[in-house]
């Protein structure tokens, strides 16, 4: 039996990560966590029988706490809690499946624990990669990638090792406004942009991924796995999403890893790597496909992926202030407080009000983010 632990497991990554454990029948589950979905969760420790559970949220944990009374399950709140369900127990593997910034100190304790990552939240390389890569090197643990782009550059690197990457080629899938310039979205409502053409997830990165906030977060993520220079990283849209990356190598190779977009894959590969499980589900039939089509990105018109380009290339804390302010104007923007293109805006103010630390350090990361946020929050009101 191999033992996992989920934080974020009510989620879309998290509800397919139970998923795979349903199906294989080998892996075993110590720890889940969520935010505030008392339901969910309580009828995944009746399933999976954590030894300790958590909820964000200190009165639906409460709430949780009287329902599950029957159960030999330790329920915690908060931080603490959360820290706890993802390095307290004796599991090899953490799966981190929370949204945003919240999973940075979780996955940094699990590390310190000595844990592997399955790493979806992307958010938590993005604003401390500095410090987790080598974090992760010193523990000798291994960050094994779960987002699809990444498990497919991961996975074609497989038999490659000693090989230096020559270009990573990032795919995207251009997401529900491709081709449309910015004044033919001024009118975006969070219903439109909900609608993702090829991957069904969680609302922030759906929201990510049409403004292409996701694709730059990727590149951002790309830089800290592979230890690649922003020059080595070419975003090429994909629309099917069939290739999920690529990776050119000095000789002019380009290896490619396809599939039906199904995330159970990438999970799936990241908790058991380097084996390959049967997976049920569809496949790719190459006589129906047709045609896999390329274009380049249109960073006129996507701000977001210029600007995380740029946030990229200043580095140090320019990725949390871009990484924070999109957190909190996506949000906005979900509850009908702020307009489509004010995300980016709103982006670019945050970035261009900072100043800029070099090596920043956790605490600085953390204090970046609620700086961004009050920034965000001054501007709004404004
Ligand atoms: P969802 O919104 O579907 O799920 C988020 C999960 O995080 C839920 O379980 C939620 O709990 C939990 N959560 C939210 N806030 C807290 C908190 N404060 N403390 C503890 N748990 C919390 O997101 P996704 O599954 O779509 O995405 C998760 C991560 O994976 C993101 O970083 C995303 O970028 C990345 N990712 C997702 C992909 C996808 O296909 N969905 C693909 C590639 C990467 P609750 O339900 O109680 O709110
Ligand atoms: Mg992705």
């Given at each position: 039996?191999?033992?996992?632990?989920?934080?974020?497991?009510?989620?879309?990554?998290?509800?397919?990560?139970?998923?795979?454990?349903?199906?294989?029948?080998?892996?075993?589950?110590?720890?889940?966590?969520?935010?505030?979905?008392?339901?969910?969760?309580?009828?995944?420790?009746?399933?999976?029988?954590?030894?300790?559970?958590?909820?964000?949220?200190?009165?639906?944990?409460?709430?949780?706490?009287?329902?599950?009374?029957?159960?030999?399950?330790?329920?915690?709140?908060?931080?603490?809690?959360?820290?706890?369900?993802?390095?307290?127990?004796?599991?090899?593997?953490?799966?981190?499946?929370?949204?945003?910034?919240?999973?940075?100190?979780?996955?940094?304790?699990?590390?310190?624990?000595?844990?592997?990552?399955?790493?979806?939240?992307?958010?938590?390389l993005v604003t401390a990669g500095h410090l987790i890569m080598?974090?992760?090197?010193?523990?000798?643990?291994?960050?094994?990638?779960?987002?699809?782009?990444?498990?497919?550059?991961?996975?074609?690197?497989?038999?490659?090792?000693?090989?230096?990457?020559?270009?990573?080629?990032?795919t995207a899938s251009g997401g529900p406004f491709r081709g449309?310039?910015?004044?033919?979205?001024?009118?975006?409502?969070?219903?439109?942009?909900?609608?993702?053409?090829?991957?069904?997830?969680?609302?922030?990165?759906?929201?990510?991924?049409?403004?292409?906030?996701?694709?730059?977060?990727?590149?951002?993520?790309?830089?800290?796995?592979?230890?690649?220079?922003?020059?080595?990283?070419?975003?090429?849209?994909?629309?099917?999403?069939?290739?999920?990356?690529?990776?050119?190598?000095?000789?002019?190779?380009?290896?490619?890893?396809?599939?039906?977009?199904?995330?159970?894959?990438?999970?799936?590969?990241?908790?058991?790597?380097?084996?390959?499980?049967?997976?049920?589900?569809?496949?790719?039939?190459?006589?129906?496909?047709?045609?896999?089509?390329?274009?380049?990105?249109?960073?006129?018109?996507?701000?977001?992926?210029?600007?995380?380009?740029?946030?990229?290339?200043?580095?140090?804390?320019?990725?949390?202030?871009?990484?924070?302010?999109?957190?909190?104007?996506?949000?906005?923007?979900?509850?009908?407080?702020?307009?489509?293109?004010?995300?980016?805006?709103?982006?670019?103010?945050?970035?261009?009000?900072?100043?800029?630390?070099?090596?920043?350090?956790?605490?600085?990361?953390?204090?970046?983010?609620?700086?961004?946020?009050?920034?965000?929050?001054?501007?709004?009101?404004?």
């Open positions: 039996m191999k033992k996992i632990a989920i934080i974020g497991s009510t989620g879309s990554i998290g509800t397919q990560t139970l998923e795979i454990v349903r199906a294989n029948g080998d892996l075993q589950v110590t720890a889940l966590a969520a935010g505030s979905n008392v339901e969910l969760l309580e009828k995944q420790i009746r399933e999976f029988s954590p030894g300790i559970a958590c909820l964000w949220d200190e009165k639906k944990a409460e709430e949780l706490r009287q329902r599950t009374k029957d159960l030999p399950v330790k329920i915690l709140s908060g931080m603490e809690g959360l820290v706890e369900a993802a390095a307290g127990t004796d599991c090899e593997i953490l799966v981190t499946a929370v949204v945003g910034m919240i999973g940075i100190r979780p996955t940094i304790a699990a590390i310190e624990a000595g844990k592997d990552i399955a790493l979806a939240n992307k958010e938590t080598p974090l992760a090197k010193k523990k000798g643990v291994q960050i094994l990638p779960v987002d699809s782009e990444h498990s497919a550059i991961f996975q074609c690197l497989q038999g490659n090792e000693g090989n230096r990457i020559h270009k990573i080629l990032l449309r310039t910015r004044k033919e979205m001024e009118g975006v409502r969070p219903e439109d942009a909900l609608k993702h053409p090829n991957w069904a997830m969680g609302s922030k990165i759906t929201i990510d991924s049409s403004t292409m906030v996701n694709k730059g977060l990727e590149v951002m993520e790309a830089r800290w796995l592979f230890d690649v220079d922003l020059e080595q990283i070419q975003v090429v849209v994909q629309p099917q999403s069939i290739i999920h990356s690529m990776v050119e190598f000095e000789d002019g190779a380009v290896m490619a890893q396809l599939g039906t977009p199904d995330m159970r894959l990438p999970i799936q590969y990241a908790l058991y790597y380097p084996e390959r499980r049967f997976l049920a589900g569809e496949r790719l039939d190459f006589w129906k496909m047709g045609q896999i089509t390329f274009e380049a990105p249109d960073l006129e018109n996507f701000r977001g992926l210029a600007l995380a380009l740029r946030a990229c290339r200043e580095g140090g804390s320019v990725p949390t202030v871009f990484n924070a302010a999109n957190e909190l104007a996506v949000h906005l923007f979900l509850k009908g407080e702020i307009s489509y293109l004010a995300i980016t805006d709103l982006i670019e103010k945050a970035m261009d009000h900072h100043q800029r630390m070099a090596e920043p350090k956790l605490d600085d990361i953390l204090n970046t983010e609620q700086e961004t946020y009050d920034y965000i929050n001054r501007q709004f009101r404004a």
